[in-house]
């Protein structure tokens, strides 16, 4: 192992834990060693993880209900706060029903891997988020890649498989890493066409988009096409936690079926009763997708106009391509002295070659924050060479 490590060290792969902490009452800002970091590499987008009235429902809960739920769901972990929370998420959805679960790591792993097995195929985008891969490998079914957002090439899969007993095809609504969209319209055609399920994974799209934060799916109008809603707390909701909507069939399949439901200690009812209020909040407070919204472009105009590389996306994920590992780590460094957390991201999170900065926005950034960092960004790309002046 260390051999291994010291090799991964030498390519500017090793990665390490450093501690970050929250400045109350900045919920845009983070804090490592001395330092007040505008925090540009959170996935609090619309910054409610410091509301007061989560933080005050989540604290009378914990009086009430108790530290820990002491049991998986099944047994006695199904505490009072679930059926209230999974009422309101179907009916966001516009679903039947809806399950909530411990976090979208353990959603997409428990739901494919009990919705396909051997003899079934999986189509996936290439870009995937890791835990719908590790879903596949864990079903045992087989793993039809298809080039990222590549609709001739996942079509050709789909006829290679056409014989296959359940077919499913899945996708990120977002890119975790990219910040553009899955084509879900035509992956909305295709999955009529071929008889596939389609599942979609709104973790970073999912309070984002929408009228209500519904995600891309209501906002572009396709949600009925979709057979498996999926989504975190963790990012736009500011807390912990996941959800899956669907059928009623659906739900009692996975209650059935999905082993992290059944075999992992359910969420403490403090967190339960906290992603009911943020889930209030997400669907009121429209002017924060409008304000996260005017940031992102703003931010992401500021950037390309400067001759940065940020992709096709749209999104409040901005990453700014680099191409080397250890000049993303430069970049990454530069940019906390002048005050800004960043995060380098490397293979094998992205393909070699691809190393980059992921900046990620939220609601919680002004304007004027926003400005004055692509200012600095500007100078740093200058000075490492990234963009020419
Ligand atoms: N899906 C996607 C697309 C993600 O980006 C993430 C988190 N990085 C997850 C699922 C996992 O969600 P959680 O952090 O709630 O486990």
Redesign the pocket.
């Known amino acids: 192992m260390d051999k291994e490590l010291e090799l991964l060290a030498g390519a500017s792969l090793e990665r390490s834990l450093r501690v970050s902490s929250p400045v109350f009452g900045s919920p845009g800002y983070t804090v490592r060693g001395d330092q007040m970091l505008l925090n540009l590499s959170s996935n609090d987008y619309l910054g409610l993880a410091q509301h007061p009235a989560i933080i005050d429902i989540m604290h009378r809960t914990l009086q009430s209900e108790g530290a820990g739920s002491g049991a998986s769901r099944l047994v006695t972990g199904n505490r009072q706060p679930y059926a209230p929370l999974e009422a309101a998420l179907a009916a966001w959805q516009n679903c039947e029903a809806s399950l909530v679960v411990a976090?979208?790591?353990m959603a997409?792993i428990g739901a494919i891997s009990a919705l396909v097995s051997r003899g079934d195929v999986v189509f996936s985008d290439q870009l995937n988020?890791a835990?719908i891969v590790d879903g596949i490998v864990l079903s045992r079914a087989d793993h039809a890649r298809y080039r990222h957002n590549d609709m001739e090439h996942l079509r050709s899969l789909l006829n290679k498989h056409r014989d296959k007993r359940r077919k499913l095809i899945v996708t990120?609504a977002v890119f975790?890493m990219d910040g553009d969209q899955a084509p879900l319209r035509e992956l909305a055609l295709l999955k009529r066409e071929y008889g596939a399920m389609l599942m979609v994974?709104e973790?970073?799209s999912g309070g984002v988009y929408g009228k209500r934060g519904e995600g891309l799916c209501h906002e572009l109008g396709i949600q009925d096409d979709v057979d498996i809603h999926m989504g975190?707390f963790?990012k736009s909701f500011g807390i912990y936690g996941?959800y899956i909507c669907g059928s009623r069939t659906l739900i009692r399949w996975l209650v059935n079926k999905a082993r992290p439901l059944i075999y992992s200690t359910a969420l403490p009812s403090s967190i339960v009763a906290g992603i009911s209020k943020a889930l209030a909040l997400v669907q009121a407070d429209h002017w924060r997708r409008e304000k996260l919204d005017a940031g992102s472009r703003l931010f992401r105009d500021s950037l390309r106009s400067a001759g940065f590389i940020t992709g096709d996306g749209g999104s409040p994920i901005v990453p700014l391509i680099v191409g080397d590992n250890e000049l993303a780590l430069r970049f990454s460094s530069a940019l906390e002295e002048v005050g800004i957390a960043s995060v380098a991201i490397r293979p094998p999170t992205v393909p070699a070659g691809t190393a980059r900065i992921r900046f990620s926005l939220s609601a919680a950034h002004s304007e004027k924050e926003l400005t004055e960092a692509a200012a600095h960004i500007r100078i740093i790309g200058h000075q490492l060479g990234v963009v020419s002046s």
């Open positions: 976090n979208g790591y997409n988020h835990s990120d975790s994974d973790a970073h975190t963790s996941a």
